[in-house]
């Protein structure tokens, strides 16, 4: 008869266990999670705040291109509030406050992403009329306002309810639940 050793071919003379099984993960994935989150939304307010603060110039035209940019730094902003998310989650915390934190940051993203587009918008109004002569610079123009107001509009669309969302009561639900096995 055939018998099938269970010993870890790793670890001499460790022996799996069943109760050691994915959730004995969670914590580490949950600090996994911690540090992408925290590398994330302080790399998205670096570049930003160095954009606006430190390279800001009084053009129309800087304005502009500051908002597409914005804008297009916005996934990362969106990847570091769900890393966050999830590290709260398989770190298992029962921080109410801290998830509700996260929400307001989502929903100020969603906020501030359809201001965005609404400036966006007056300054390709204002530029339109300086480039009306120019063929090349009022196509390019023009594609950069339709992919800054598509990206202002997906960021309010999803961020504003997910963060109307997680502010919600939780309604005698555990707010987190942790990873399960």
Known sequence: MLTVSTRSPIVPHATPRASEGVAAFAPHVGLAML????GYLIGSIIDVGVLWGLQRQAVPQWEFVA????LEAFPRFTMALAFLYGALYFRRSERVAAYRVLAVGLLLG??????LGALLLTDY???A??????????DLLRTTTFK????SGLFTVTLVPIGLLG???????RVSGGARD
């Open 148 to 151: 800054g107001l598509a990206l």
């Open 129 to 138: 009329r300086v480039a009306a002569g120019q063929a090349g610079a009022l």
């Open 167 to 173: 502010l919600r009561r939780p309604g005698g639900r």
């Open 35 to 38: 540090a992408a989150g925290l």
């Open 67 to 70: 908002i597409g940019n914005t």
């Open 110 to 115: 969603g906020i501030a992403a359809a201001a």
């Open 125 to 127: 109004l204002a530029l």
